[in-house]
């Protein structure tokens, strides 16, 4: 085995490299990862855990997994055989260093592509209970039943990788913001742990999933000033 396999050998079930395959796995049968798009990064210390691009991404394995230095991309550990790194990875590294999260989700569910052809800058809902398994920035404290939550929704780029500054302008803008949507492709989201963050990726889904069916039946999804909610 050589040095930098250590970083994927574990027999640790929680270990990045063990969990990225597992995560993906599930993500594939909710319909969010399919096509080899999508996928999730853990970031562990001073390095992150991504898988490769344009795979089969519910059949990855540990030995599959690079592994990137957090202050520079670089790489420490690669599967060979001619594999890139996922091109989320720029995205994933956003959250890392704009947010500080420990872990970044990217999913092509076409409940967020809906989400993102239904509204214009931004995707908005409220008075919903799924609203308080999300968190302020995606990081610090949940919003509650009586905040609004709000998306930022970006254009999509030709290239994966181009959508890094868009989503970072977002992330600027939005300080509150738990991810970014992006029109016609997906959403980025992240969290202070992969269990957070794949807890409000899932959140996030069954929101844009209301929204848009509450849309589709002429009904708002924030009621006008002075208008009553429907209790
Ligand atoms: C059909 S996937 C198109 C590219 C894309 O949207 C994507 O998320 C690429 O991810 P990858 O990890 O395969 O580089
Ligand atoms: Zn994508």
Redesign the pocket.
Known sequence: MCNSDQFVSSIDPLHPANLIPQLCENMYRQGWVT?????ISIRDNNVAYV?P???QKERINPEDMFVLTVNDRSVVRAPGRGLKE???TPLFFNAFSIRGALSCI?T?SQNTVMATLLWGKEFRISHQEMIKGVRKGGMSDALTYLDTLVVPIIENTPN?EDLMEGMAEAMHKYPNAPGVLVRR?GIYVWGPTWEKAKAQTECIDYLCELGVKMRLAGMRTVPDDGEAVIP
Do not use: I
């Not at 096509?35 to 996928?39: A, E, L, M, P, S």
């Open positions: 096509g080899t798009g999508g996928g898988a691009s344009g795979v996922s091109a989320c990217h092509h994966e492709h």
